[in-house]
């Protein structure tokens, strides 16, 4: 790869199945990307990374390494900003405590993880961990809001190729349950700014104790500020009641939840899950499960896992798992359930999955059932249980046939929920909480009880005005339907509502936008596309992440395909390349069989747009030929059917980037912009056709058998490129 100090693009090292792709894909985009005078560099943003760097402090010199994501944090405010960001882990307890177990057995002499914190240095090294917890990267790197819609290569492939829909029958059983009361939605208070302020969270216990919760947020005029929280009780009985509706409807009790985005909030409902699931063994051994370690918010795995040594506990579980609803399985065939693991289950990609396949989850016998989808906080389920509700009237969407639903989402700067972690808490006892400011103003007041979730979440003005501007600007490019998601009745949406009516009054486009609650917002975008047109969500930030997932997947049956750009508020760029919940199956694969079958489409497309974003900002036309010819090399991927396929044997990652390589090559050579670009790929092009059956033999025979890595969050670099680049006659002709 080149080396620079300052490289013109900046591509993220990441993990799991997108990073093992890299290992193959960005030599051959570095190779290709020299000849036109164009420079890669890495930062490393991955889980082990930035474990590392946050305890490089304690570790000898050969093992340190730089703060990649703040460094990155600081370039994307830089105008001339470019990076390809790839799906990074967004960790759930589990994977950052397995994370932490592998580093340590390479040698690397980090803390232990503290479960429960006693002295002040456990609570400092608890405090660094939790900093790297659920969506510690995004936040940082998203200086912009969010463009994501399907290319129209990917669009056009889909429709004539549609995937597989499952039917939906009027009958179907499945159903979403939400909170009616005390949760997030209910709860929410919201204002907005008129000055520049900082305030303080205070819990006022009912025997007078005051604790500070928070001693100083910052927030610059005009940013909305809300504040809500989750009635532990009422979360409970909610859970209690909905056990009991599942095992009598005889469907399974699927929870779906986002634990690593929502990295403080969600373990914690998880864990009234987990609880609820087994209340009457914690009523019985809750103790003695304290004794052992026993966390609920890690999951029914980890507490199995830390109870098999006690048979009278084990009973218990069994038997009360036996009175219990058949649950939503991970993976049936290994007894993982949906509670096994916080992370496991990510409802913006479990749902839509789910709905996909016509309302169906895996059971425990292998087979597929209709499920009832459990989403405690009514803020976003309502989109879920609109979705369910109009497939039972209508049947299932056709792909070859709809149209599509692009985004624009608020998500700079920490905007709405994702950006609430440092304000979220579990309250330590009965009381008040009040945010106040510093002359003294209440700004939100909330009566809590111990054990109920509060949060504060915020969305700042500049953000809101870009992200309303973007929306103008992409609805005037496309001139198709163009929709707020946003509820009237909603504290925190009632804000929004305030800034974006008059910047589209402002501009004369008002006529040109619907203002739609999320479950209005839902029935008129299936509507839409159904009838083969075009529509745009304009949504905040939980919302882009739920939609661009649910759309895509039923429109292409994925989400890893689709165009996102981040059009960052200094002038920069950041190109995302799709989602990667389904990563760690394919990690699996690999490992067990040589055979990896993510897809590499997404790199595809914000490779070509990272190209010729370079190409205007620091004027070099042969970046444009560069991102123009990556555009064709995508249409034959597409249009030749060169994308992975699931089975071993079968042609995989590496054999689709070898194809890429050649139509990349292959439109360099052809096309007439640039002769020296020409000249320069024209042999190599020849070449990668000449030895086509060499190159496709040395990656087949590769497959077939287990690899070693060297790990799976830290894994050895060298082993990995033997892996992932097994053709040597490839790798002679990229160099």
């Known amino acids: 790869?080149?080396?620079?100090?300052?490289?013109?693009?900046?591509?993220?090292?990441?993990?799991?199945a997108p990073e093992l792709a890299s290992a193959s894909l960005l030599p051959i985009i570095s190779a290709f990307a020299a000849a036109a005078d164009v420079t890669f560099g890495t930062r490393d943003i991955s889980l082990?990374?930035?474990?590392?760097?946050t305890f490089s402090d304690v570790l000898?010199?050969?093992?340190r390494q730089d703060d990649d994501l703040a460094i990155l944090g600081e370039l994307v405010k830089q105008p001339d900003a470019n990076v390809i960001k790839l799906p990074n882990i967004s960790a759930s307890e589990p994977q950052l405590v397995a994370a932490v177990k592998e580093l340590q057995a390479q040698g690397y002499a980090l803390p232990d993880y503290p479960y429960t914190p006693a002295t002040d240095e456990e609570k400092a090294v608890r405090a660094k961990y939790d900093g790297i917890k659920g969506s510690a990267v995004n936040p940082v790197l998203r200086e912009g809001n969010s463009d994501r819609r399907a290319a129209v290569a990917v669009k056009n492939y889909?429709?004539?190729?549609?995937?597989?829909?499952?039917e939906w029958l009027p009958d179907s059983k499945t159903r979403v349950s939400s909170m009616s009361g005390g949760d997030f939605f209910s709860n929410e208070k919201s204002a907005t700014l008129a000055d520049a302020a900082k305030a303080k969270i205070v819990l006022t216990a009912t025997d007078g104790t005051e604790t500070v919760l928070k001693d100083s947020v910052a927030y610059p005029a005009g940013t909305v500020v809300d504040a809500t929280y989750m009635s532990a009780k009422a979360l409970d009985a909610f859970l209690a009641k909905e056990i009991e509706s599942t095992k009598a409807e005889g469907t399974l009790f699927s929870l779906h939840m986002k634990a690593t985005m929502m990295?403080?909030?969600?373990?914690?409902?998880?864990?009234?899950?987990v609880k609820v699931w087994l209340k009457p063994v914690f009523d019985q051994f809750g103790d003695k499960m304290a004794e052992l370690g026993v966390n609920p918010n890690a999951g029914l795995g980890s507490l199995l896992e830390r109870v098999k040594d006690e048979p009278e506990i084990v009973a218990a579980i069994e038997a009360v798992r036996a009175e219990r609803p058949d649950m939503y399985m991970v993976n049936s065939d290994k007894g993982i359930t949906n509670l096994h693991v916080p992370s496991d289950v990510i409802i913006d990609a479990s749902m839509p999955a789910l709905i996909r396949a016509g309302g169906k989850g895996w059971g425990p016998d292998n087979k597929e059932h209709d499920a009832n989808c459990v989403i405690p906080d009514d803020s976003y389920a309502p989109v879920y249980d609109e979705t369910i509700k109009y497939f039972k009237e209508t049947g299932k969407l056709d792909p070859a046939t709809c149209g599509t639903v692009q985004n624009v989402g608020l998500m700079a700067q920490k905007a709405e929920e994702y950006g609430s972690h440092p304000t979220t808490f579990e309250i330590p006892a009965d009381g008040v909480v009040r945010m106040i400011l510093e002359d003294g103003t209440v700004l939100h007041e909330n009566t809590v009880e111990k054990g109920d979730i509060w949060r504060s979440a915020s969305a700042r003005k500049a953000p809101i005005e870009d992200w309303v501007n973007l929306a103008i600007a992409r609805q005037k490019d496309m001139g198709c339907q163009a929709i707020f998601w946003l509820d009237a009745n909603r504290a925190h949406d009632a804000e929004l509502i305030a800034y974006v009516k008059p910047i589209l009054e402002a501009q004369g486009v008002a006529d040109k936008f619907l203002i739609l609650a999320p479950r209005?917002?839902?029935?008129?975008?299936?509507?839409?596309?159904?009838?083969?047109?075009?529509?745009?969500?304009?949504?905040?930030?939980?919302?882009?992440?739920?939609?661009?997932?649910?759309?895509?997947?039923?429109?292409?049956?994925?989400s890893a395909k689709m165009l996102s750009i981040?059009?960052?508020?200094?002038?920069?760029?950041?190109?995302?390349?799709?989602?990667?919940?389904?990563?760690?199956?394919?990690?699996?694969?690999?490992?067990?069989?040589?055979?990896?079958?993510?897809?590499?489409?997404?790199?595809?497309?914000?490779?070509?747009?990272?190209?010729?974003?370079?190409?205007?900002?620091?004027?070099?036309?042969?970046?444009?030929?560069?991102?123009?010819a990556v555009d064709a090399a995508t249409q034959g991927i597409l249009d030749d059917n060169r994308s992975p396929s699931?089975?071993?044997?079968?042609?995989?990652?590496r054999d689709s980037h070898y194809w890429f390589a050649r139509y990349w090559a292959q439109a360099l050579a052809d096309q007439s912009d640039d002769a020296g670009l020409a000249a320069h790929f024209a042999p190599l092009a020849k070449k990668l056709v000449d030895n086509e059956r060499t190159i496709l033999s040395e990656l087949a025979s590769a497959q077939g058998t287990a690899v070693d890595l060297g790990g799976y969050y830290h894994g050895d670099a060298e082993k990995t490129a033997d892996v992932m680049r097994p053709s040597e006659t490839l790798n002679m002709i990229i160099g």
């Open 60 to 63: 000898p010199e050969e093992q």
């Open 646 to 653: 699931r089975k071993v044997g079968e042609p995989d990652n």
């Open 1 to 16: 790869m080149a080396k620079s100090t300052s490289p013109d693009i900046v591509y993220t090292k990441v993990d799991e």
């Open 158 to 166: 889909a429709k004539k190729n549609p995937h597989r829909m499952g």
């Open 263 to 273: 990295k403080v909030s969600d373990p914690i409902i998880f864990g009234h899950a």
């Open 520 to 558: 209005e917002a839902t029935r008129l975008s299936l509507e839409t596309i159904r009838k083969g047109e075009d529509s745009i969500a304009i949504t905040g930030n939980v919302l882009r992440d739920y939609l661009t997932d649910l759309f895509p997947i039923l429109e292409l049956a994925t």
């Open 48 to 53: 082990a990374g930035r474990i590392i760097a």
């Open 566 to 628: 981040v059009k960052l508020m200094n002038g920069g760029g950041l190109f995302e390349t799709g989602a990667g919940g389904s990563a760690p199956k394919h990690v699996q694969q690999l490992m067990e069989e040589n055979h990896l079958r993510w897809d590499s489409l997404g790199e595809f497309c914000a490779l070509g747009e990272s190209l010729k974003f370079l190409a205007e900002s620091k004027n070099n036309p042969k970046a444009r030929t560069l991102g123009l």
